[in-house]
């Protein structure tokens, strides 16, 4: 059997047991009433003295915040459920590479993350309304805002690997997420700059998913931006494998 | 069809499987015996690409299993034990997803339900079934895929009496064209079904015949159980003491009303029945019951694998 079409068929189970559990529609609810409700509430969208009307500093301040969350809590169950209930077992025996199993889990998470972005659609729309958005800004905003949620699934993907318990899992993706975040923020910028010097600060600051995150919401479209999600997509779904395997062995 | 050759298996400085080998041939049922942590599941889970061995060799109807593991897993259905299944599919989804992945289409599944008796819950979720019901559906999705070779670790544990009795007569049924190999604590259950038994106990084969052979090799193989009267009891006893092929006597003196019990023989195959029915021409005794005992698996299974515990203390 072909290698996509045994990731297709792990794709639609997985994706339908996302949202037989419900937990699909509860984060794309989530996301979109929050990731709306901070828009208007917090960053006063409709004040006549905001910058203009990109939503760079208004709707694409948020999912970065809010994926670090949500991700992990669509991600947590992909091996944790199966180490749990043992249906690894079955997964695995049955005559295809592991890796297709872990392809098409990710993509259905990756799937649930990507309806719940588009969701969020029609406040495109209302911008597009009452003035007119940089329509660059708001495709790279779209961009970055997915390429983050990837990495978040894909980093939540490897954790759930490690764990059988899926409240584990949940919250060391959550607090992974968190510390990729945290690098590039200025204080722990500075932080390392002091201890460590400039140089290696900023080695450890590139590691910062949100500065990357960051660049590409402005528009920095870059092969370094992309390759950089690339990567660490490819090396977490990579470690989930070598996870799987050693846990057997 | 199945050929494992010096297969071992250790976790850390643990040895779960020590340097078994043993092949299975088409038609044969194989049933697997031992203690729990025997390495039982261990085994059936290394022939199923589950766990990679330590070392040794498994090669499955030519297809070596850690190299060429697609080909070998096309080739077998496993029942893991405790029958894990996605609880939020229904059982007829639950059975196209695994025959989706198999390559297999509508008519395999409704084979499938057909053969395990699922009809009834064909559209229950998972969750909801009884456990009888779920053994069933995780055994249905073993035999999607007709496969050649079945391993079932433990498929009756935790069914009732009429469940097991169908899972037996089903792996009986079905065993004719394929190579079984399951594993089991119940014994009478190896009787039933299997063709061929093989005991492992601490990581090892201890013992591997067909069950009449393996009940041969118990201490009370061959034994004759007795009655006789027309003397007095404790005479009757020392009279079958003095047999040449007795071994020892055991049983009841009942006084006046004569002897029941049983002569162990002192080699197996000796005519011990026929030299009891010449003391008994002789002196005249009332011969009411000789039968000659077969052996018990049972015996055999404890005899094998408590000998083995104690010499390893």
């Known amino acids: 059997m072909s290698a996509p079409r045994n990731i297709w068929i792990i794709f639609k189970r997985e994706l339908k047991a996302q949202f037989n559990s419900m937990l699909a529609y509860v984060f794309i609810v989530i996301f979109v009433v929050l990731a709306m409700a901070l828009t208007f509430w917090f960053r006063n969208f409709f004040d006549p003295g905001a910058q203009d009307a990109s939503l760079e500093f208004t709707f694409f301040l948020w999912p970065a915040w809010l994926l670090m969350f949500l991700a992990p809590a669509v991600g947590m169950r992909l091996w944790s459920e199966e180490h749990r209930t043992g249906t690894v077992e079955l997964l695995l025996t049955m005559p295809m590479a592991p890796w297709q199993a872990i392809v098409g889990k990710f993509l259905a998470g990756l799937a649930v993350i990507t309806i719940a972005i588009i969701c969020s659609f029609p406040i495109v729309i209302t911008v597009s309304y009452l003035g007119d ?88 479209v870059t092969l370094p931006n992309i390759a950089f999600f690339a990567s660490l997509i490819g090396f977490c779904l990579f470690l989930t494998s070598i996870v799987i395997k050693t846990k057997r062995s | 069809m199945i050929e494992v050759e010096h297969l071992t298996k250790r976790f850390g400085h643990n040895t779960a499987v020590d340097n078994i080998s ?56 496993y029942l893991p034990e405790a029958a894990p299944l996605y609880a939020d599919m ?13 390559g297999k289409g509508e008519e395999d599944v409704e084979r499938a339900l057909d053969t395990c008796f699922l009809d009834p819950v064909r559209n229950q979720n998972i969750d909801t079934l009884s456990k009888g019901y779920r053994h069933r559906t995780c055994l249905a999705q073993s035999i999607l895929h007709d496969p050649d070779i079945l391993i079932l670790d433990e498929p009756t544990d935790g069914l009732d009496p009429n469940q097991k009795q169908e899972v037996r007569s089903l792996i009986k049924r079905m065993g004719e064209g394929k190579v079984i190999i399951f594993s089991t ?33 118990s201490r009370g193989a061959g034994a004759v159980a007795v009655r006789i009267t027309g003397m007095a009891g404790s005479g009757i006893r020392s009279e079958l003491a003095g047999l040449s092929g007795a071994a020892d006597v055991l049983g009841d003196d009942k006084g006046e009303n004569g002897f029941i019990g049983k002569v162990l023989p002192a080699k197996s195959g000796d005519s011990l029945s026929k030299e009891i029915f010449e003391l008994c021409k002789q002196k005249q005794l009332v011969l009411e019951e000789l039968h000659v005992e077969p052996g018990r698996l049972d015996d055999v299974f404890r005899e094998i694998t408590v000998a083995d515990t104690s010499l390893s203390e």
């Open chain 2, 90 to 102: 229904t059982v007829v989804a639950f059975l196209r997803f695994m025959a989706e992945l198999r």
């Open chain 2, 185 to 217: 604590h119940i014994l009478e259950e190896v009787e039933a079904a299997c063709t061929r038994a093989i005991i492992i106990d601490q990581g090892r084969v201890v013992a591997d015949g067909t069950p009449d052979e393996l009940k041969a090799r």
């Open chain 1, 133 to 220: 958005p940089d329509n660059g800004k708001v495709i790279g905003g779209y961009l970055a805002t997915f390429l983050y949620g990837a990495a978040c699934l894909a980093i939540t993907c490897s954790v759930s690997a490690f764990t059988r318990s899926v409240v584990a899992c949940l919250i060391i993706s959550v607090t992974i997420c968190f510390l990729m975040l945290l690098l590039a923020v200025p204080p722990v910028q500075d932080y390392f700059t002091d201890i460590l010097g400039g140089k290696l600060s900023d080695a450890i600051s590139s590691l910062s998913m949100f500065s990357h995150y960051n660049d590409i919401k402005r528009g920095v």
């Open chain 2, 22 to 77: 043993f092949t299975v041939k088409k038609g044969e049922v194989l049933g697997f015996l031992g203690p729990n942590g025997a390495g039982k599941s261990t085994t059936m889970r290394m022939i199923t690409g589950y766990i990679p061995p330590t070392d040794g060799k498994i090669s499955v109807d030519g297809a070596d299993v850690v190299n060429a593991p697609i080909v070998a897993k096309a080739k077998i259905g």
